[in-house]
Protein backbone atom coordinates (compact mmCIF):
# COMPACT_ATOMS: atom_id res chain seq x y z
CA UNK A 1 0.00 0.00 0.00
CA UNK A 2 1.53 3.40 -1.31
CA UNK A 3 2.21 5.75 1.78
CA UNK A 4 -0.31 9.07 0.97
CA UNK A 5 2.05 11.86 0.88
CA UNK A 6 1.70 15.28 -1.58
CA UNK A 7 4.33 15.61 -4.49
CA UNK A 8 4.54 19.44 -3.74
CA UNK A 9 6.50 17.73 -0.43
CA UNK A 10 9.34 16.07 -2.04
CA UNK A 11 9.43 16.84 -5.81
CA UNK A 12 10.51 20.03 -5.65
CA UNK A 13 13.30 19.56 -2.79
CA UNK A 14 14.25 15.95 -4.60
CA UNK A 15 15.14 17.81 -8.56
CA UNK A 16 16.61 21.12 -6.24
CA UNK A 17 18.64 18.20 -5.26
CA UNK A 18 19.26 16.86 -8.20
CA UNK A 19 20.30 19.98 -10.26
CA UNK A 20 22.74 21.47 -7.61
CA UNK A 21 25.65 18.55 -8.26
CA UNK A 22 24.19 19.13 -11.92
CA UNK A 23 25.17 22.81 -11.96
CA UNK A 24 28.35 22.64 -9.61
CA UNK A 25 29.95 20.35 -12.05
CA UNK A 26 28.66 21.63 -15.27
CA UNK A 27 28.57 25.77 -14.23
CA UNK A 28 29.96 26.42 -11.15
CA UNK A 29 33.45 24.63 -12.13
CA UNK A 30 33.70 26.80 -15.37
CA UNK A 31 32.94 30.02 -12.91
CA UNK A 32 35.62 28.78 -10.35
CA UNK A 33 38.36 28.15 -12.98
CA UNK A 34 38.26 31.26 -15.03
CA UNK A 35 38.10 33.27 -12.01
CA UNK A 36 41.08 30.90 -10.99
CA UNK A 37 43.16 31.73 -13.92
CA UNK A 38 42.42 28.95 -16.79
CA UNK A 39 41.87 29.45 -20.01
CA UNK A 40 38.59 29.27 -22.05
CA UNK A 41 39.78 26.63 -24.24
CA UNK A 42 41.22 24.48 -21.47
CA UNK A 43 37.61 25.28 -19.42
CA UNK A 44 35.38 23.98 -22.28
CA UNK A 45 37.39 21.13 -23.00
CA UNK A 46 37.44 19.69 -19.76
CA UNK A 47 34.57 20.79 -18.04
CA UNK A 48 32.84 19.19 -21.18
CA UNK A 49 34.17 15.76 -20.35
CA UNK A 50 32.42 15.79 -17.47
CA UNK A 51 29.44 15.07 -19.24
CA UNK A 52 31.00 11.86 -19.61
CA UNK A 53 29.30 10.09 -16.42
CA UNK A 54 25.81 11.14 -17.57
CA UNK A 55 26.13 10.02 -21.74
CA UNK A 56 27.11 6.39 -20.25
CA UNK A 57 24.80 6.50 -17.41
CA UNK A 58 22.28 3.90 -19.05
CA UNK A 59 24.89 1.40 -18.44
CA UNK A 60 24.13 1.14 -15.50
CA UNK A 61 20.45 2.07 -14.78
CA UNK A 62 19.67 -1.34 -15.39
CA UNK A 63 21.22 -2.10 -11.76
CA UNK A 64 19.95 1.09 -10.19
CA UNK A 65 16.45 -0.56 -12.04
CA UNK A 66 16.81 -3.88 -10.44
CA UNK A 67 18.30 -3.71 -7.26
CA UNK A 68 17.29 -2.80 -4.12
CA UNK A 69 15.10 0.25 -4.11
CA UNK A 70 15.10 3.45 -6.15
CA UNK A 71 14.39 5.44 -2.66
CA UNK A 72 17.51 4.05 -1.12
CA UNK A 73 19.63 4.82 -3.92
CA UNK A 74 19.13 8.50 -4.01
CA UNK A 75 19.39 8.89 -0.32
CA UNK A 76 22.79 6.94 -0.73
CA UNK A 77 23.56 9.36 -3.21
CA UNK A 78 23.13 12.41 -1.46
CA UNK A 79 25.13 11.37 1.06
CA UNK A 80 28.26 10.54 -1.53
CA UNK A 81 27.45 14.16 -3.16
CA UNK A 82 27.91 15.81 -0.03
CA UNK A 83 31.34 14.20 0.65
CA UNK A 84 32.28 15.12 -3.28
CA UNK A 85 31.70 18.58 -2.76
CA UNK A 86 33.66 18.48 0.79
CA UNK A 87 36.81 17.25 -0.68
CA UNK A 88 36.61 19.58 -3.60
CA UNK A 89 36.83 22.56 -0.74
CA UNK A 90 39.94 20.69 1.04
CA UNK A 91 41.74 20.73 -2.51
CA UNK A 92 41.32 23.99 -3.97
CA UNK A 93 44.41 25.41 -1.97
CA UNK A 94 46.73 22.85 -3.01
CA UNK A 95 49.48 23.05 -5.83
CA UNK A 96 47.90 21.36 -9.41
CA UNK A 97 44.25 21.95 -7.61
CA UNK A 98 43.41 22.04 -11.51
CA UNK A 99 43.92 17.84 -11.92
CA UNK A 100 42.97 16.98 -8.42
CA UNK A 101 39.49 19.03 -8.54
CA UNK A 102 38.89 17.87 -12.04
CA UNK A 103 39.33 14.24 -10.91
CA UNK A 104 36.72 14.68 -7.71
CA UNK A 105 34.53 16.87 -10.05
CA UNK A 106 34.56 13.27 -12.17
CA UNK A 107 33.85 11.51 -8.99
CA UNK A 108 30.69 13.65 -8.27
CA UNK A 109 29.60 13.74 -11.60
CA UNK A 110 29.43 9.43 -11.29
CA UNK A 111 27.26 10.14 -8.15
CA UNK A 112 24.87 12.90 -9.78
CA UNK A 113 24.57 11.00 -12.49
CA UNK A 114 23.28 8.18 -10.71
CA UNK A 115 21.29 10.14 -8.22
CA UNK A 116 19.24 11.12 -11.48
CA UNK A 117 18.82 7.56 -12.66
CA UNK A 118 17.18 6.66 -9.00
CA UNK A 119 15.48 10.37 -8.64
CA UNK A 120 13.77 10.06 -12.38
CA UNK A 121 12.83 6.90 -11.73
CA UNK A 122 11.16 7.20 -8.65
CA UNK A 123 9.25 10.52 -10.60
CA UNK A 124 7.54 8.46 -13.02
CA UNK A 125 6.87 5.26 -10.50
CA UNK A 126 5.26 7.92 -7.88
CA UNK A 127 3.21 9.89 -10.51
CA UNK A 128 0.08 9.35 -12.89
CA UNK A 129 1.06 10.32 -16.18
CA UNK A 130 -1.21 13.47 -16.05
CA UNK A 131 0.52 14.40 -12.80
CA UNK A 132 3.58 13.63 -14.42
CA UNK A 133 2.87 16.67 -17.71
CA UNK A 134 1.42 18.96 -14.73
CA UNK A 135 4.27 18.31 -12.33
CA UNK A 136 7.08 18.72 -15.47
CA UNK A 137 6.53 22.24 -15.43
CA UNK A 138 7.47 22.53 -11.34
CA UNK A 139 10.24 19.61 -11.89
CA UNK A 140 11.99 21.19 -14.43
CA UNK A 141 11.52 24.97 -12.73
CA UNK A 142 12.73 23.63 -9.56
CA UNK A 143 16.04 21.91 -11.22
CA UNK A 144 16.69 24.55 -13.06
CA UNK A 145 15.90 27.05 -10.05
CA UNK A 146 19.05 25.10 -8.50
CA UNK A 147 20.90 25.76 -11.94
CA UNK A 148 20.37 29.48 -11.09
CA UNK A 149 21.05 29.11 -7.47
CA UNK A 150 24.27 27.82 -8.74
CA UNK A 151 24.86 30.53 -10.82
CA UNK A 152 23.40 33.21 -9.01
CA UNK A 153 22.90 33.12 -4.93
CA UNK A 154 26.37 30.76 -4.81
CA UNK A 155 28.32 32.92 -7.12
CA UNK A 156 27.24 35.82 -5.41
CA UNK A 157 28.06 34.29 -1.99
CA UNK A 158 31.79 33.78 -3.76
CA UNK A 159 32.02 37.28 -4.91
CA UNK A 160 30.76 38.76 -1.74
CA UNK A 161 33.88 37.07 0.00
CA UNK A 162 35.73 37.89 -2.70
CA UNK A 163 35.34 41.56 -2.63
CA UNK A 164 35.36 41.55 1.13
CA UNK A 165 38.82 39.64 1.46
CA UNK A 166 42.23 40.33 0.09
CA UNK A 167 43.69 43.74 -0.40
CA UNK A 168 41.67 47.19 -0.89
CA UNK A 169 40.78 47.60 -4.87
CA UNK A 170 42.95 50.32 -6.54
CA UNK A 171 41.18 52.75 -8.89
CA UNK A 172 43.12 53.96 -12.41
CA UNK A 173 41.82 56.88 -14.56
CA UNK A 174 43.14 57.09 -17.89
CA UNK A 175 42.84 60.83 -19.67
CA UNK A 176 43.17 60.99 -23.48
CA UNK A 177 44.43 64.67 -23.49
CA UNK A 178 46.21 67.11 -25.84
CA UNK A 179 49.07 67.27 -24.43
CA UNK A 180 51.05 65.28 -21.73
CA UNK A 181 53.84 62.55 -21.14
CA UNK A 182 55.50 61.11 -24.14
CA UNK A 183 55.11 57.14 -23.51
CA UNK A 184 58.61 56.50 -24.20
CA UNK A 185 59.66 58.73 -20.88
CA UNK A 186 57.74 56.49 -19.05
CA UNK A 187 60.10 53.41 -20.34
CA UNK A 188 63.62 53.38 -18.81
CA UNK A 189 65.94 51.00 -19.29
CA UNK A 190 65.54 49.88 -15.96
CA UNK A 191 61.80 50.00 -14.17
CA UNK A 192 62.40 50.14 -10.35
CA UNK A 193 59.46 50.66 -7.76
CA UNK A 194 58.91 53.67 -6.18
CA UNK A 195 60.50 53.26 -2.89
CA UNK A 196 58.40 56.32 -1.09
CA UNK A 197 55.66 54.66 -1.91
CA UNK A 198 56.60 50.83 -0.71
CA UNK A 199 57.67 52.57 2.85
CA UNK A 200 54.45 54.81 2.92
CA UNK A 201 52.39 51.23 2.84
CA UNK A 202 54.82 48.79 4.69
CA UNK A 203 52.35 48.33 7.60
CA UNK A 204 50.20 46.12 5.65
CA UNK A 205 50.33 44.63 2.36
CA UNK A 206 48.31 46.70 -0.37
CA UNK A 207 48.56 46.82 -3.98
CA UNK A 208 50.84 50.05 -5.77
CA UNK A 209 49.72 51.36 -8.92
CA UNK A 210 52.33 54.26 -10.30
CA UNK A 211 50.64 56.70 -11.54
CA UNK A 212 47.20 55.96 -10.88
CA UNK A 213 46.74 58.83 -13.07
CA UNK A 214 47.84 58.12 -16.65
CA UNK A 215 47.71 60.96 -19.81
CA UNK A 216 47.65 59.56 -22.58
CA UNK A 217 48.33 62.47 -25.87
CA UNK A 218 45.68 61.33 -28.64
CA UNK A 219 48.05 62.03 -31.23
CA UNK A 220 48.69 58.76 -33.42
CA UNK A 221 52.30 57.30 -33.11
CA UNK A 222 53.56 55.22 -35.74
CA UNK A 223 52.75 51.45 -36.19
CA UNK A 224 56.41 49.81 -35.88
CA UNK A 225 56.89 52.21 -32.32
CA UNK A 226 53.19 50.68 -31.25
CA UNK A 227 54.09 47.37 -32.21
CA UNK A 228 57.70 47.77 -30.59
CA UNK A 229 55.94 49.31 -27.37
CA UNK A 230 53.52 46.69 -26.91
CA UNK A 231 56.77 43.88 -27.08
CA UNK A 232 58.42 45.47 -24.53
CA UNK A 233 56.10 45.21 -22.07
CA UNK A 234 55.18 41.52 -22.38
CA UNK A 235 58.31 40.45 -22.59
CA UNK A 236 58.90 42.76 -19.76
CA UNK A 237 55.93 41.01 -17.67
CA UNK A 238 57.49 37.90 -18.57
CA UNK A 239 60.70 38.36 -17.24
CA UNK A 240 59.29 39.30 -13.99
CA UNK A 241 57.89 36.09 -13.66
CA UNK A 242 53.74 37.18 -14.97
CA UNK A 243 51.90 34.00 -16.50
CA UNK A 244 52.00 34.40 -20.19
CA UNK A 245 48.98 34.58 -22.85
CA UNK A 246 47.63 30.38 -23.81
CA UNK A 247 48.72 31.65 -27.24
CA UNK A 248 52.29 32.73 -26.54
CA UNK A 249 52.92 29.28 -24.11
CA UNK A 250 51.95 27.45 -27.58
CA UNK A 251 53.98 29.43 -29.44
CA UNK A 252 57.32 29.38 -27.16
CA UNK A 253 56.70 24.99 -26.80
CA UNK A 254 57.12 24.86 -30.39
CA UNK A 255 55.35 21.44 -30.08
CA UNK A 256 55.75 19.62 -33.87
CA UNK A 257 51.92 20.07 -35.16
CA UNK A 258 51.09 16.36 -35.33
CA UNK A 259 48.53 15.37 -38.49
CA UNK A 260 45.61 16.36 -36.38
CA UNK A 261 46.65 19.74 -36.13
CA UNK A 262 47.79 19.75 -39.81
CA UNK A 263 44.74 18.41 -41.75
CA UNK A 264 42.05 18.49 -38.51
CA UNK A 265 42.54 21.53 -36.15
CA UNK A 266 44.24 24.41 -38.46
CA UNK A 267 42.05 23.55 -41.33
CA UNK A 268 38.95 23.97 -39.21
CA UNK A 269 40.56 27.33 -37.47
CA UNK A 270 41.20 28.85 -41.40
CA UNK A 271 37.59 27.71 -42.30
CA UNK A 272 36.14 29.57 -39.36
CA UNK A 273 38.32 32.72 -39.45
CA UNK A 274 37.70 32.62 -43.57
CA UNK A 275 33.41 32.06 -42.45
CA UNK A 276 33.31 34.92 -40.17
CA UNK A 277 36.49 37.30 -41.25
CA UNK A 278 35.46 41.08 -39.84
CA UNK A 279 36.24 44.16 -41.77
CA UNK A 280 38.89 44.97 -39.70
CA UNK A 281 41.11 41.78 -41.10
CA UNK A 282 40.27 42.81 -44.58
CA UNK A 283 41.15 46.61 -44.09
CA UNK A 284 44.70 47.28 -45.45
CA UNK A 285 47.50 47.71 -42.40
CA UNK A 286 47.47 51.66 -41.36
CA UNK A 287 51.30 53.01 -40.80
CA UNK A 288 49.99 54.37 -37.34
CA UNK A 289 48.23 53.79 -33.93
CA UNK A 290 46.55 54.91 -31.47
CA UNK A 291 49.15 55.94 -28.81
CA UNK A 292 49.71 54.42 -25.91
CA UNK A 293 50.02 55.27 -21.85
CA UNK A 294 51.58 53.05 -19.42
CA UNK A 295 51.57 52.21 -14.86
CA UNK A 296 52.95 49.90 -12.65
CA UNK A 297 51.94 47.47 -10.21
CA UNK A 298 53.86 45.69 -7.33
CA UNK A 299 52.70 44.88 -3.63
CA UNK A 300 53.76 46.98 -0.66
CA UNK A 301 55.27 43.71 1.14
CA UNK A 302 55.75 40.16 -0.14
CA UNK A 303 53.03 37.68 0.58
CA UNK A 304 53.48 34.58 2.97
CA UNK A 305 55.71 32.32 1.02
CA UNK A 306 53.65 29.46 -0.53
CA UNK A 307 50.86 32.63 -1.03
CA UNK A 308 49.72 34.07 -4.05
CA UNK A 309 48.02 37.54 -5.06
CA UNK A 310 46.19 37.50 -8.00
CA UNK A 311 45.24 41.02 -9.34
CA UNK A 312 42.39 41.29 -12.00
CA UNK A 313 42.61 44.80 -13.72
CA UNK A 314 39.94 45.77 -16.49
CA UNK A 315 37.30 48.73 -16.99
CA UNK A 316 35.28 49.74 -14.63
CA UNK A 317 33.63 52.32 -16.69
CA UNK A 318 33.97 55.46 -19.28
CA UNK A 319 35.30 55.65 -23.11
CA UNK A 320 35.34 52.37 -24.64
CA UNK A 321 38.10 54.25 -27.15
CA UNK A 322 40.35 53.60 -24.23
CA UNK A 323 41.75 50.18 -24.33
CA UNK A 324 43.56 48.05 -21.81
CA UNK A 325 45.85 45.83 -24.30
CA UNK A 326 48.18 44.35 -21.41
CA UNK A 327 47.99 43.39 -17.69
CA UNK A 328 44.62 42.24 -17.32
CA UNK A 329 46.23 39.35 -14.62
CA UNK A 330 49.07 39.70 -12.38
CA UNK A 331 50.44 37.16 -10.20
CA UNK A 332 52.48 37.86 -7.12
CA UNK A 333 53.89 35.39 -5.05
CA UNK A 334 57.01 35.38 -2.59
CA UNK A 335 59.45 35.80 -5.27
CA UNK A 336 58.26 38.96 -7.47
CA UNK A 337 56.18 40.35 -5.34
CA UNK A 338 58.40 43.90 -6.13
CA UNK A 339 59.09 43.00 -9.84
CA UNK A 340 56.85 45.84 -11.20
CA UNK A 341 54.21 44.70 -14.42
CA UNK A 342 52.85 47.01 -16.61
CA UNK A 343 49.78 47.54 -17.60
CA UNK A 344 49.48 49.57 -20.79
CA UNK A 345 47.03 51.49 -22.50
CA UNK A 346 46.26 52.45 -25.74
CA UNK A 347 43.90 54.75 -27.66
CA UNK A 348 41.65 54.32 -30.52
CA UNK A 349 43.13 56.03 -33.43
CA UNK A 350 39.73 57.73 -34.62
CA UNK A 351 39.59 59.61 -31.06
CA UNK A 352 40.17 63.28 -31.61
CA UNK A 353 39.10 64.83 -28.47
CA UNK A 354 39.90 64.30 -24.53
CA UNK A 355 37.79 61.80 -22.86
CA UNK A 356 38.66 59.33 -20.22
CA UNK A 357 38.03 55.95 -18.63
CA UNK A 358 38.05 54.32 -15.23
CA UNK A 359 39.93 51.10 -14.65
CA UNK A 360 39.75 48.65 -11.42
CA UNK A 361 42.45 46.69 -10.01
CA UNK A 362 41.18 44.24 -7.28
CA UNK A 363 42.76 41.70 -5.72
CA UNK A 364 40.08 39.38 -3.53
CA UNK A 365 41.07 35.87 -1.82
CA UNK A 366 39.68 34.15 -4.60
CA UNK A 367 40.76 30.31 -3.34
CA UNK A 368 38.79 31.33 -0.31
CA UNK A 369 35.43 32.44 -1.80
CA UNK A 370 35.37 29.15 -3.44
CA UNK A 371 36.70 26.98 -0.03
CA UNK A 372 33.51 28.60 1.97
CA UNK A 373 30.90 28.36 -1.10
CA UNK A 374 31.35 24.48 -1.62
CA UNK A 375 31.78 23.79 2.45
CA UNK A 376 28.70 25.44 2.10
CA UNK A 377 27.58 23.15 -0.39
CA UNK A 378 28.18 19.98 1.67
CA UNK A 379 26.77 21.06 4.59
CA UNK A 380 23.51 21.58 2.04
CA UNK A 381 23.54 17.99 1.04
CA UNK A 382 24.06 16.60 4.53
CA UNK A 383 20.22 18.33 4.99
CA UNK A 384 19.07 17.48 1.74
CA UNK A 385 20.14 13.54 3.45
CA UNK A 386 18.32 13.75 6.25
CA UNK A 387 14.81 15.59 4.52
CA UNK A 388 14.89 12.89 2.20
CA UNK A 389 15.26 10.08 4.51
CA UNK A 390 12.04 10.73 6.09
CA UNK A 391 10.09 13.18 3.31
CA UNK A 392 10.24 10.81 0.22
CA UNK A 393 7.23 8.50 0.17
CA UNK A 394 6.99 4.40 -0.02
CA UNK A 395 5.22 3.18 -2.90
CA UNK A 396 4.31 -0.44 -3.75
CA UNK A 397 6.00 -0.07 -7.50
CA UNK A 398 9.15 1.09 -6.24
CA UNK A 399 10.79 -2.50 -5.12
CA UNK A 400 13.63 -3.98 -6.74
CA UNK A 401 13.18 -6.70 -9.12
CA UNK A 402 13.79 -10.18 -8.46
CA UNK A 403 17.06 -11.51 -10.35
CA UNK A 404 17.83 -15.14 -9.15
CA UNK A 405 20.96 -15.39 -11.04
CA UNK A 406 24.04 -13.74 -12.90
CA UNK A 407 22.53 -15.14 -16.11
CA UNK A 408 19.36 -13.70 -15.35
CA UNK A 409 20.85 -10.29 -14.62
CA UNK A 410 22.87 -9.90 -18.15
CA UNK A 411 19.51 -11.43 -19.72
CA UNK A 412 17.42 -8.52 -18.22
CA UNK A 413 19.88 -5.91 -19.03
CA UNK A 414 20.16 -6.32 -22.78
CA UNK A 415 16.62 -6.72 -22.98
CA UNK A 416 16.66 -3.09 -21.32
CA UNK A 417 18.24 -1.99 -24.25
CA UNK A 418 16.92 -3.66 -26.99
CA UNK A 419 13.36 -2.29 -25.90
CA UNK A 420 14.45 1.27 -25.95
CA UNK A 421 15.83 0.76 -29.55
CA UNK A 422 13.29 -0.78 -30.98
CA UNK A 423 10.61 1.74 -30.04
CA UNK A 424 9.45 3.52 -33.14
CA UNK A 425 11.09 5.87 -35.02
CA UNK A 426 13.72 5.65 -32.54
CA UNK A 427 16.45 6.64 -34.93
CA UNK A 428 14.56 10.07 -35.11
CA UNK A 429 13.46 10.80 -31.60
CA UNK A 430 17.72 10.19 -30.80
CA UNK A 431 17.91 13.12 -33.35
CA UNK A 432 16.29 15.36 -31.17
CA UNK A 433 17.56 14.43 -28.13
CA UNK A 434 20.91 14.87 -30.06
CA UNK A 435 20.13 18.34 -31.96
CA UNK A 436 17.53 20.51 -30.02
CA UNK A 437 20.04 21.66 -28.15
CA UNK A 438 22.83 22.25 -30.18
CA UNK A 439 22.62 25.79 -30.03
CA UNK A 440 22.93 25.74 -26.13
CA UNK A 441 25.56 23.60 -25.71
CA UNK A 442 27.75 25.85 -26.99
CA UNK A 443 26.20 28.94 -25.16
CA UNK A 444 26.00 27.63 -21.59
CA UNK A 445 29.89 26.86 -21.45
CA UNK A 446 30.88 30.56 -22.85
CA UNK A 447 27.81 32.71 -21.23
CA UNK A 448 29.97 32.84 -17.94
CA UNK A 449 33.56 33.22 -19.08
CA UNK A 450 31.76 36.58 -21.46
CA UNK A 451 30.20 37.99 -18.31
CA UNK A 452 33.22 37.84 -16.74
CA UNK A 453 35.82 38.45 -19.36
CA UNK A 454 36.98 42.20 -19.28
CA UNK A 455 35.70 44.21 -21.93
CA UNK A 456 39.26 44.53 -23.82
CA UNK A 457 38.96 40.33 -24.19
CA UNK A 458 35.31 41.11 -25.47
CA UNK A 459 33.40 40.36 -22.56
CA UNK A 460 31.23 42.89 -20.32
CA UNK A 461 33.84 42.62 -17.42
CA UNK A 462 31.65 42.26 -14.91
CA UNK A 463 32.83 41.18 -11.40
CA UNK A 464 32.04 37.48 -9.89
CA UNK A 465 29.14 39.13 -7.46
CA UNK A 466 27.47 40.96 -10.71
CA UNK A 467 27.31 37.54 -12.73
CA UNK A 468 25.79 35.96 -9.85
CA UNK A 469 23.11 38.87 -9.29
CA UNK A 470 22.15 38.31 -12.90
CA UNK A 471 21.41 34.71 -12.68
CA UNK A 472 19.69 34.93 -9.12
CA UNK A 473 18.02 37.87 -9.76
CA UNK A 474 15.88 38.46 -12.76
CA UNK A 475 17.15 35.37 -14.45
CA UNK A 476 15.65 33.70 -11.41
CA UNK A 477 11.99 34.88 -11.98
CA UNK A 478 11.94 34.93 -15.56
CA UNK A 479 13.09 30.78 -15.70
CA UNK A 480 10.50 30.58 -12.94
CA UNK A 481 8.01 31.71 -14.79
CA UNK A 482 9.17 30.23 -18.85
CA UNK A 483 9.20 26.82 -17.04
CA UNK A 484 6.01 26.55 -15.59
CA UNK A 485 3.81 28.02 -17.93
CA UNK A 486 5.43 25.52 -20.31
CA UNK A 487 4.64 22.92 -18.07
CA UNK A 488 1.00 24.25 -17.72
CA UNK A 489 0.19 24.86 -21.64
CA UNK A 490 2.05 21.17 -22.17
CA UNK A 491 -0.85 19.68 -19.51
CA UNK A 492 -3.54 21.54 -20.99
CA UNK A 493 -3.32 21.46 -24.65
CA UNK A 494 -1.01 18.63 -25.02
CA UNK A 495 2.94 18.61 -25.70
CA UNK A 496 2.45 18.51 -29.63
CA UNK A 497 0.60 21.80 -29.78
CA UNK A 498 3.18 23.53 -28.18
CA UNK A 499 6.35 21.77 -29.23
CA UNK A 500 7.35 24.21 -32.33
CA UNK A 501 6.81 27.36 -30.04
CA UNK A 502 9.02 25.79 -27.50
CA UNK A 503 11.62 25.28 -29.90
CA UNK A 504 11.72 29.09 -30.59
CA UNK A 505 11.68 30.11 -27.22
CA UNK A 506 14.79 28.20 -26.28
CA UNK A 507 16.23 29.13 -29.56
CA UNK A 508 15.47 32.67 -30.41
CA UNK A 509 16.44 34.49 -27.35
CA UNK A 510 19.94 33.45 -28.21
CA UNK A 511 20.23 36.79 -30.20
CA UNK A 512 20.20 38.88 -26.77
CA UNK A 513 24.10 37.34 -26.64
CA UNK A 514 25.21 38.49 -30.42
CA UNK A 515 23.18 42.23 -29.16
CA UNK A 516 25.56 41.99 -25.66
CA UNK A 517 28.62 41.07 -27.20
CA UNK A 518 28.57 43.56 -30.36
CA UNK A 519 27.78 46.60 -28.09
CA UNK A 520 29.04 45.58 -24.65
CA UNK A 521 26.65 47.40 -22.92
CA UNK A 522 27.97 49.58 -19.31
CA UNK A 523 24.56 49.31 -18.28
CA UNK A 524 24.04 46.44 -15.45
CA UNK A 525 20.39 46.66 -15.65
CA UNK A 526 20.03 46.12 -19.74
CA UNK A 527 22.44 43.09 -19.04
CA UNK A 528 19.68 41.67 -16.64
CA UNK A 529 17.27 42.13 -18.83
CA UNK A 530 18.77 40.45 -22.13
CA UNK A 531 20.22 37.37 -19.86
CA UNK A 532 15.86 37.50 -18.46
CA UNK A 533 14.91 36.86 -21.65
CA UNK A 534 16.93 34.27 -22.75
CA UNK A 535 16.31 32.31 -19.22
CA UNK A 536 12.57 32.85 -19.46
CA UNK A 537 12.97 31.47 -23.61
CA UNK A 538 14.98 28.72 -22.10
CA UNK A 539 12.20 27.85 -18.83
CA UNK A 540 9.66 27.82 -21.19
CA UNK A 541 11.67 25.88 -24.48
CA UNK A 542 13.05 22.73 -22.27
CA UNK A 543 9.54 21.82 -21.04
CA UNK A 544 9.36 20.48 -24.70
CA UNK A 545 12.70 18.18 -24.19
CA UNK A 546 11.87 17.33 -20.59
CA UNK A 547 8.53 15.68 -21.40
CA UNK A 548 9.51 14.50 -24.65
CA UNK A 549 11.83 11.68 -22.85
CA UNK A 550 9.42 11.06 -20.36
CA UNK A 551 7.21 10.37 -23.81
CA UNK A 552 9.99 8.22 -25.29
CA UNK A 553 10.62 6.18 -22.37
CA UNK A 554 6.82 5.25 -21.27
CA UNK A 555 6.46 1.58 -21.26
CA UNK A 556 8.52 -1.37 -19.20
CA UNK A 557 11.74 -0.36 -17.93
CA UNK A 558 10.96 3.13 -17.17
CA UNK A 559 13.98 4.13 -15.19
CA UNK A 560 16.68 2.41 -17.32
CA UNK A 561 14.92 4.28 -20.70
CA UNK A 562 14.82 7.38 -19.46
CA UNK A 563 17.91 7.26 -18.24
CA UNK A 564 19.19 6.06 -21.79
CA UNK A 565 17.18 9.62 -22.97
CA UNK A 566 19.17 11.72 -20.41
CA UNK A 567 22.26 10.00 -21.56
CA UNK A 568 21.97 11.35 -24.92
CA UNK A 569 21.29 14.78 -23.93
CA UNK A 570 24.39 14.52 -22.11
CA UNK A 571 26.28 13.84 -24.88
CA UNK A 572 24.39 16.12 -27.24
CA UNK A 573 25.58 18.54 -24.86
CA UNK A 574 29.03 17.63 -24.37
CA UNK A 575 30.72 17.05 -27.66
CA UNK A 576 29.31 20.73 -28.95
CA UNK A 577 30.35 22.02 -25.87
CA UNK A 578 34.37 20.59 -25.83
CA UNK A 579 35.31 22.89 -28.96
CA UNK A 580 32.94 25.73 -28.29
CA UNK A 581 35.75 27.59 -26.26
CA UNK A 582 38.61 26.64 -28.88
CA UNK A 583 35.81 28.13 -31.84
CA UNK A 584 35.32 31.32 -29.61
CA UNK A 585 38.87 31.67 -29.45
CA UNK A 586 39.44 31.14 -32.77
CA UNK A 587 36.56 33.49 -34.09
CA UNK A 588 35.86 36.13 -30.83
CA UNK A 589 32.73 36.63 -28.86
CA UNK A 590 30.50 38.27 -31.28
CA UNK A 591 31.00 35.46 -34.18
CA UNK A 592 30.59 32.79 -31.80
CA UNK A 593 27.11 33.95 -30.33
CA UNK A 594 26.51 34.29 -33.72
CA UNK A 595 27.39 30.27 -34.78
CA UNK A 596 25.34 29.67 -31.98
CA UNK A 597 22.39 30.75 -33.49
CA UNK A 598 23.44 29.04 -36.95
CA UNK A 599 23.37 26.13 -34.78
CA UNK A 600 19.92 25.91 -33.28
CA UNK A 601 18.86 25.27 -36.97
CA UNK A 602 18.93 21.56 -37.21
CA UNK A 603 17.04 21.21 -34.43
CA UNK A 604 13.92 22.84 -36.33
CA UNK A 605 14.29 20.87 -39.01
CA UNK A 606 14.09 17.19 -37.03
CA UNK A 607 10.63 18.59 -35.46
CA UNK A 608 9.15 17.87 -38.48
CA UNK A 609 9.79 14.74 -38.64
CA UNK A 610 8.91 13.83 -34.64
CA UNK A 611 7.40 11.08 -33.55
CA UNK A 612 4.81 12.54 -30.95
CA UNK A 613 1.15 11.22 -30.13
CA UNK A 614 -0.90 14.62 -30.14
CA UNK A 615 -3.10 13.52 -27.08
CA UNK A 616 0.25 12.93 -24.56
CA UNK A 617 0.50 15.17 -22.15
CA UNK A 618 -3.61 15.85 -21.60
CA UNK A 619 -5.26 15.16 -18.96
CA UNK A 620 -7.53 11.97 -18.71
CA UNK A 621 -11.10 11.77 -17.88
CA UNK A 622 -10.79 9.52 -15.44
CA UNK A 623 -7.95 11.73 -13.59
Not at 207 to 230: E, F, G, M, W
Not at 236 to 254: D, I, S, T, V, Y
Not at 260 to 283: G, M, N, P
Not at 521 to 546: H, K, R, S
Request: aromatic fraction near 14%; include cysteine; hydrophobic fraction near 45%.
Amino acid sequence: MQKQRSPWFWVPSLYFAEGIPYVVVMTISVIMYKRLGISNADIALYTSWLYLPWVIKPLWSPIVDIFKTKRLWIIIMQLLIGASLASIALTIPVDNFFKITLAIFWLLAFSSATHDIAADGFYMLGLSQHQQAWFVGVRSTFYRLAMLTGQGLLVILAGYIESHSGLQSVEVTVQAVQQGTSVQKMIPAEIKPDSTLMAKNQDEMRIICDPQTIKIPYHNVSSHRADSLLQFTKEWNRRQGQPLERQLQQQQAKVTPTWWDRYVVQKLESALETLFKTEEKTEPASEYRGNLGMTLFYLSQPPDSGKKVTINFGREKGDKSIMLIEGMRMVFDHNNWNKPVIAAFQLDPKLDMKSSATFQARAGNIPLSWIVTFTFLAALFLVFFIYHRFMLPKTDKDTPRQVISAKHFIREFGHTFALFFKKDKIGISIAFLLLFRLGESQLVKLASPFLLDSQEAGGLGLTTGQVGFVYGTIGLFMLSVGGILGGLVAARHGLKKWIWWMAIAINLPDVVYIYLSNVQPDNFLLINICVGIEQFGYGFGFTAYMLYMIYVSEGEYKTAHFAITTGFMALGMMLPGMISGWIQEVIGYPNFFLWVLISTIPGFIILKFLPLAPEFGKKESSE
